[in-house]
């Protein structure tokens, strides 16, 4: 047996959003996913949408305490815009919003649990994409900034750790290119502007929040997925040095440096489909980097030469016009979600940030394993028993301890997600809590892994038993 001891003041935490648990009550306006599920339910699994999600609306206060019982010492969740504010060209805020986010933000730090925020997760106000074209825009990138602010200015006395995007990529590859998230467009122009416009806005977060200067730290959450070639050939080397550039360095690079890659600018100055970029916001976004980063990971990204050449005359743009997935023959995968297993690249991704990106602060902000239909698992006394998951999570936390061994500079480990949430189209397909949600009874029950988490989140001890796939 062997035993990995953490920090003793490591993050150990669950990561959901106010669109995915809160549900749609008071809420004044919609934001792009209610609008979507209004439009069209059949879109969402077993037509779940997001009204009531698991009602941390109306049961924060013993949601909270559940996460308390699992150990959690932070976690993240979202203020919506699209409740906090009643009028988004005045940018003034609703009261009732305020006083609910207010009393959360109390509830965590009575439990002794830390409040880290993101300001947009999927979420953004319907209004803004019918009046404004959303993301496609830099008058909507303003207005973020500015709901950035009132948020900073209501909470800053109390949240001390800020997030401007949750995964800004799949704002990018769902809402322009891949149609799995609203407005569901293809438009490769549409997203290289997208993707320039989300970076813009984070970074005018940022300088807002330098403004006030208040004593916390502001990142952001990337999903960052290694992109692994299928073999050493030139060519596929070559494909994952670009869906690398894509995937992971745009958003890395432009946050942490304050410089999109120049390799990805030329491909897309070539491609003619590079961003519309002012001069003044090119110097905001090189003086606004992050403080902390949040990475999400769930799978690695394998990928070979693409089908076809780059050079074919094609009418749109695609970035992944330059490599093709791979699917690994023998990969280990979770089968119901299929998603590949393949805990080792957090330690790349920590190497990674190690020795490209400075070695800055950063943290695990969501990892996890989604199962469906977790009834299959419950045992007499009515707990889910997950060990699937505690396994998950124990290789994972394994491969960031190595990095961390040798030198990395993670604070934290934060599992998607505390309870049972509700996930945009998937709604509740893939359950992938430490504490389980009937969503007929709205009943909260803590899973096998909610207990064990606590174990190793009160001692900082990971004990293994020779359990680890290298
Ligand atoms: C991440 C998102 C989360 C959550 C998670 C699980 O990409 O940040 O918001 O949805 O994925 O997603 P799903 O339930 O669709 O598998």
Redesign the pocket.
């Known amino acids: 047996m062997e035993t990995l001891q953490f920090p003793e003041n490591f993050w150990w935490g669950a990561a959901t ?1 106010g669109p ?1 648990s809160e549900g749609n009550f008071k809420k004044q306006h919609q934001n792009v996913m209610d609008y979507w599920y209004a439009q069209a339910p059949e879109d969402f699994y077993n037509q779940v949408g997001p009204d009531t999600a698991s009602d941390f609306y109306h049961d924060f206060q013993t949601d909270i305490q559940l996460m308390k019982v699992c150990g959690l010492n932070t976690v993240r969740t979202s203020i919506q815009w699209s409740r906090l504010i009643d009028d988004f060209e005045k940018n003034t805020v609703n009261t009732e919003a305020a006083a609910f986010y207010s009393a959360v933000i109390d509830a965590f730090l009575a439990n002794g649990i830390e409040p880290f925020i993101t300001l947009h ?2 979420d953004l106000p319907a209004e803004l994409l019918h009046k404004y074209g959303g993301w496609e825009s830099k008058h909507v990138v303003d207005l973020f900034a500015g709901f950035a602010e009132r948020c900073f200015a209501l909470f800053g006395d109390r949240v001390k750790y800020w997030f401007t995007h ?2 800004p990529l ?1 704002v990018v590859e769902g809402g322009y290119l891949d149609q799995f998230h609203y407005p569901k467009k293809v438009n490769g122009r549409a997203a290289v502007q997208v993707a320039y416009n989300l970076q813009l806005a984070s970074s005018k977060a940022i300088a807002k929040y330098r403004q006030l200067k208040q004593d916390g730290q502001i990142g952001i959450i990337l ?1 960052l997925t290694p992109a692994y070639p299928a073999s050493q050939a030139k060519a596929d080397i070559e494909a994952s040095e670009k869906a690398d550039l894509w995937y992971n360095r745009l958003f890395m690079d432009a946050s942490s440096k304050g410089e999109f890659p120049p390799a990805l600018v030329e491909l897309l100055e070539q491609e003619g489909v590079l961003w519309q970029a002012a001069k003044d916001e090119l110097t905001l976004i090189r003086e606004n980097t992050i403080d902390l980063l949040g990475v ?1 990971f ?1 799978h690695p990204n394998r990928v070979q030469r693409p089908k076809f050449s780059p050079k074919s005359l094609v009418v749109d743009f695609r970035p992944d016009k330059y490599w093709q997935a791979y699917d690994m023959p023998m990969a280990r995968m979770n089968v119901d ?1 299929g998603w590949e297993i393949y805990p080792r690249a957090v330690y790349d991704i920590a190497k990674d940030i190690q020795e490209n990106y400075g070695n800055l602060l950063w943290y695990i902000s ?1 990892n996890g394993m ?1 199962v469906s239909q977790e009834e299959r698992y419950l045992n007499a006394d009515g707990v889910i028993e997950d060990d699937y998951r505690i396994q998950f999570i124990k290789e994972h936390l394994y491969w960031l301890h190595k990095g961390m061994r040798e030198g990395s500079n993670c604070l934290g480990y934060h599992l ?1 997600t505390p309870i049972d949430c509700w ?2 189209s ?1 709604a509740y397909r ?1 359950r ?1 809590g430490l504490i389980a949600n009937n969503i007929h009874t709205q009943t909260k029950t803590v899973k096998k892994s909610g207990r064990w988490f606590k174990k190793v989140a009160a001692s900082g001890r990971l004990e293994l038993e020779n359990d680890i796939i290298e």
């Open positions: 959003s995915q997760h999927f949750n995964e799949v999903n999400n769930y979600k969501e989604g998607w996930s945009w998937n893939n992938y």
